[in-house]
């Protein structure tokens, strides 16, 4: 006998069933709905990307990068992956020498559609490319789908379109983080990026409007907006600097973490919460201080945006936000009802991010909503009503009613009612009990004297009022109903 195992979902993932998938699937409908009339089209993205273009982009020394990615080798396929992965195994071989010939030749085999050209810059014995190819490539789930909008809008040349390109995706997203409420290893985003040539704080506005419309739909209250402007490549060097030597001054006083930061990226202090570091980073100098002219006045005009929206905020210097692309507006918005997991969506602007990857210089904002989070919050507002899953249950008796049961419930489907129909024949009162259990809120009783009479008897099961009616009054009441 093989031994019983039970195989179960792994830590921190998690399954969503039904009903609540509908209540899922109702929020993102509102999200499709929503974001289409501020004129953003869904981009659809792929889970796993080359590692290379999260640590360029949300920063090789981020929590996120550092630690929380799930990152594997992929056995290398292309010339370019060959490339890469032999530069990652030995970088010190990289020359400018032309390729010995059996190499070449290797390569002219194996992947016809790559130049050769490519291959001038590197000195390797087939040994070591062997080596190189069977470590492979190296590439990680997305931790967050930013860098992949924007690999993706430098791909296609996304450039050269009209206007600004606003773009919207949903999915899940991967980070090994330690799992509680609200924090998962798979989680949910929907989230939305405007990527072009303007950094106009019109934009940052219409963003944050187009997130309150969003929550507005889905009936999520008591929501709080932090903003905070995290200046540009001219003044938040300067700034880091002297935050820097104002945290080396205090470091005795800091907890581990905190003193790590200090110099790997002083500006993630400011996001500790332990509780002992609270009054010493009070002290601390503040961005809103050293923002260059140029900052000041976009920050000042993006506030002026959001009030003739009538948009209200909190300024938090403090919101530095854990990704390193941000500059300038970074915001977050922290819901009800999720404990110390509470921000349900975090964005910024990111200017730059397109050059860094290998585009040309670009503007580019966005948001990310924790779908998960959402969901938690409209749960404990008691907001998640799941629909009923049934409208109607056909209760058929007699083999000879089969087929016309059969024909009424595809007409009703086609007409949209969600219909539950018997694959056999259930004696009356068990089918009845379950179209009771499953919620329905009408049952359809067709026997033989209702075939003989060209009428059906439709129960409604909350008061259980009878009435017969023809196949097209049928569809009426269930329509209006
Ligand atoms: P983020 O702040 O890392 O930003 O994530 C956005 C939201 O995703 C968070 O506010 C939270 O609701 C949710 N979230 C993050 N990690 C988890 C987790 N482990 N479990 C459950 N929910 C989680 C970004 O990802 C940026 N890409 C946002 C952005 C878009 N910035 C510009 N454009």
Excluded at 22 to 49: C, K, N, S
Excluded at 65 to 91: C, H, I, N, Q, W
Excluded at 432 to 455: M, Q, T, V
Aim: hydrophobic share 40%.
């Amino acid at each position: 006998m093989p031994e019983k195992v039970q195989i179960r979902a792994i830590k921190g993932v998690r399954d969503i069933l039904p009903p609540e998938s509908r209540v899922w699937a109702r929020v993102e409908r509102a999200a499709q709905d929503v974001f289409g009339t501020f004129g953003f089209a869904e981009i659809r993205l792929p889970i796993f990307e080359q590692t290379e273009l999260f640590a360029r982009s949300v920063g090789g020394d981020t929590d996120i990068v550092g630690k929380e990615m799930y990152t594997f080798r992929d056995p290398v396929e292309t010339a370019e992956g060959l490339f890469k992965a032999a530069f990652e195994s030995f970088p010190d071989k990289v020359e400018r020498e032309e390729l010995p010939e059996d190499i070449r030749s290797m390569l002219a085999q194996s992947t016809p559609n790559v130049p050769l050209d490519k291959w001038k810059k590197i000195s390797l014995t087939l040994p070591m490319l062997s080596e190189a190819m069977a470590h492979g490539e190296s590439v990680s789930l997305r931790p967050e789908a930013t860098a992949s909008v924007v690999r993706a809008y430098i791909e296609h040349g996304m450039h050269t379109l009209p206007g600004d390109v606003k773009l919207y995706y949903m999915g899940p997203m991967f980070r090994r983080e330690r799992p509680q409420k609200g924090r998962y290893r798979q989680f949910y985003q929907i989230g939305a990026e405007v990527l072009g040539q303007s950094d106009a704080p019109g934009i940052d506005a219409e963003l944050i409007e187009m997130l309150f419309a969003f929550f507005g739909r889905v009936g999520l209250e008591g929501l709080t907006l932090d903003l905070n402007s995290i200046g540009c490549k001219e003044c938040r060097p300067k700034y880091v600097e002297l935050l820097r030597a104002e945290l080396l001054k205090v470091k005795d006083k800091l907890g581990a973490d905190s003193q790590r930061r200090i110099e790997t990226n002083p500006l993630r202090v400011l996001d500790s919460k332990a509780p002992d570091e609270q009054a010493i980073i009070e002290e601390l100098p503040r961005i809103s201080d050293h923002l260059c002219e140029a900052c000041k006045i976009h920050f000042a005009e993006v506030r002026r945006q959001l009030d003739i929206r009538g948009i209200t905020y909190n300024l938090n210097w403090r919101l530095v936000r854990g990704l390193d692309y941000y500059m300038r507006t970074t915001f977050e918005i922290t819901a009800p009802g999720l404990g110390s997991q509470n921000a349900v969506c975090g964005g910024g602007r990111y200017d730059g991010l397109v050059e860094l990857l290998g585009g040309l210089p670009t503007k580019g904002i966005g948001f990310a909503i924790g779908e998960d989070r959402l969901m938690l919050s409209l749960e404990a507002a008691g907001k998640v009503v799941a629909e009923p899953s049934v409208d109607a249950f056909i209760v058929w008796m007699g083999a000879s009613t089969q087929a016309t049961a059969i024909k009424v419930a595809q007409r009703l489907r086609a007409a949209g009612i969600k219909v539950e129909l018997p694959p056999e024949e259930f004696k009356f009162k068990k089918a009845l009990g379950l179209a009771d259990k499953l919620g329905a809120r009408y049952a359809i009783l067709i026997g033989e004297n209702e075939i003989a009479a060209g009428k059906f008897t439709l129960k409604r099961l909350a008061d259980a009022v009878q009435t017969s009616v023809t196949e097209v009054e049928l569809l009426e009441t269930l329509r209006a109903d």
